[in-house]
């Protein structure tokens, strides 16, 4: 995952470490890759360092070959290195499109295959010689990956919904590519209002694929939490005999939710599953084979009870696991961290480690007994205001009943890719979620402007979506994040640079003849004015619209106030028929596409 601040340290002592990935050796001992820190460190349980590579950007994963031999690190956004397991001897180095986490060795350890979470896409490699064996496109924000138990199948955990968030359905899918020729097999698509998923883990014996995620109640207006009405988060199951959607579990209680999964392991024996919450500071510790007992029950039910509906009925019926917050009961144990963020997860025989992204701390928990050892990590530093408020973003603990945090909605401090119904604006008018990037910037807040700054929206958002109140200090460390948070640019830049395409594209945005300019102008591409354009419906008809900023427009799909629009193309096509949003219906399917490639490059 390449969320994060960007390498900044925080003290005249010390140094950040932000540790992003975790690796078990048959040693027992540690490997960790510090995104804050820049590293790549062998270590003992007890934080001693035996071995330090220093890289030249974040680290934002790690893989260790299955016999042991090598470590593969991504890093500064289009590197992935081998490295000598025992010493950290730096050897081969390979370039892949923009975003590069999450690498995997193949079962035999012959392939190796990176994410790219910006560019969209998974690369393979031939371990040996380097050689680039395929590249192929998923869906959206690639963030994490499985090999299946066969190796023929890599699992691919697709961070956001593609779809209009308009639309009757809005999720995340799972990319099922096959390993050897990179052919996507299939797609598997999570219940409605799944996002965010952040960890897919697959178990050794074959029977199942476990991702996890949020499930967000988005059809709902924000009138309150209790019993997850908002955001609840959750464990999928996938068979992988038939790729097919299983079951989604919620790892929330009835009045105290899990906020933020991050990170999923299973034993080597596949009879326990460990989720981290992130937002929470926990591991879920869960029985597999109970889990799956209970599912096939349930569904058993569920299909004698409905087998005499008729179809069209029974399109209505639903099983309830995913409402249901007690499913878990008396299959799963919650264990307290102690440390803050475990986005790294390791699941051993009786062990699992977890790294604390924020605490910079390593906690050993005994899975059997749910004893935990918690270790800093050495020549740690104090979290500097910037790290502060990037840490209250992400704490699901600062919210009532622990269901959310403010990362729930805006993952990577940018969108979630659904509309919500917030009561800012009135009910039964719900809106797309916006990016935070550039918003002390661009103000006013809100589709309809209806908050005078992001300043005032960040403490409205903690009152009346996290129900919850802070002291002011937490609320400035926040405005101090989203002031400073880095942008890794467009993966469209080639080298930094505009393509051809988009170069063409740029002298149709800046022509008189489409009128581009005339809103979105100036560095940051808005005016910071409000018009009517055409697009309220409801109770927003006739009502002027903020103009956004086109900055990192690339990763913000969803397009428009209500996310009409899927993509860019769309915006200037089929959601722009009476050229009211620019003028654009004299443009060629050539034009277009230029366009498109100048606006996703900003």
Known sequence: MVFGSGGRLDAQQGFAHAPTAIAVKADGTLLLAEYEGQRLVHLQTDGHELAVARLRGNATGLALSPDGATVAATWGGTNVTLYSADGLEAGRTMRVPLGACAPRFSADGARLFVLSQWAGDVTAFDVASGEELWRTPVLRQPVDAAVSADGGKLYVANLLPVDASNGPIVSAQISVLDTASGETRSTIRLPDGSQSVLGIAAAPNGEAVYAVHLLSRYHLPTTQLERGWMNTNAISVIDPATDT???????????????????????????????????????????????????????????????????????????????????????????????????????????????????DQIAVVELGSGQVTLTDLRNKAPLSKYRR????????????????????????????????????????????TKSMYLTFRTPPAMALGVRESIAAAVRAGVRVIQFAVRPEEDYEAIDEYLQNMPSPGSPLLVDGKLTASAQRGKVIFES?????????????????????????????????????????????????????????????????????????SHLSPAEIADLTEFLGSL
């Open 245 to 359: 959607h299983v079951a989604t579990v919620l790892l929330d209680d009835v009045d105290r939710g899990a906020a933020n999964p991050w990170a999923v392991g299973v034993t080597p024996n596949s009879q326990t599953v460990v989720v981290a919450s992130a937002g929470t500071h926990e591991v879920s510790v869960i029985d597999a084979r109970a889990l799956r007992a209970k599912i096939d029950q349930v569904r058993a039910d569920f299909e004698a009870r409905v087998a005499d509906l008729p179809a069209d009925a029974r399109q209505y019926e639903t099983d309830g696991i995913s409402e249901d917050l007690t499913f878990l009961l008396g299959m799963r144990q919650r264990i307290d961290l102690g440390l803050n963020g475990p986005r790294a997860l390791q699941v051993v025989a009786g062990r699992a480690f977890a790294a604390g992204y924020f605490s």
């Open 389 to 432: 408020g990037e840490m209250n973003f992400a704490d699901g603990s600062l919210c009532f009943q622990n269901w959310q945090s403010c990362l729930s909605c805006h993952p990577g401090t940018r969108a979630d890719g659904l509309n919500w119904d917030l009561l800012n604006d009135g009910i039964g008018n719900p809106k797309n």
């Open 512 to 584: 008189d003849e489409t009128g581009c300019l005339s809103c979105h102008s100036g560095e940051l591409y808005t005016d910071l004015q409000q018009y009517e354009m055409g697009m309220g419906l409801g109770q927003d008809e006739g009502l002027p619209f903020d103009t956004p900023t086109l900055i990192e427009l690339w990763r913000t799909a969803p397009y428009l106030h209500d996310g009409r629009a899927a993509t860019i193309q769309d915006v200037l096509t089929t959601c722009n028929p009476d050229d009211r949003h620019g003028k654009t």
